[in-house]
């Protein structure tokens, strides 16, 4: 089930503390980190049965170092949560697959 071939792109201007992407504001979210995430959630993926694919862009704001702390129903590509490039303005895109509704996420860096 693709939502939409040419990819909704949710713009979540700055992110913070807790923060849930929400896949019914599309499929792709890019995230200006101002501060640690330290809760990220998701919501509203198709049931399962489904294939859904997202992705996160994280940008670093212009101080830079701020840290994302990863739920542990990813289930990542390296076998452990990645670390974030943490430079000023730094970029990292993160590519997520479910198909169960988010009980198991498969997870990679970019």
Excluded: C, M
Excluded at 11 to 35: F, K, M, Q, R, S
Excluded at 78 to 104: E, H, N, R, Y
């Amino acid at each position: 089930n693709i939502k939409g071939y040419n990819l909704d792109v949710a713009y979540n201007l700055t992110a913070n503390g807790t923060v849930d992407i929400d896949y019914d504001n599309g499929n792709i979210h890019e995230l200006t980190l101002t501060g640690n995430i330290n809760n990220l959630t998701f919501s509203n993926l198709p049931v399962a049965g489904k294939a859904v694919e997202f992705r996160i862009i994280l940008k670093q704001d212009a101080t830079g170092s701020r840290l994302v702390s990863w739920p542990g129903a990813i289930n990542w590509k390296s076998g452990s949560s990645p670390t974030s490039k943490t430079a000023a303005f730094a970029v990292d895109v993160i590519k997520l697959l479910t198909i169960d509704s988010g009980t198991v996420i498969y997870g990679g860096v970019y």
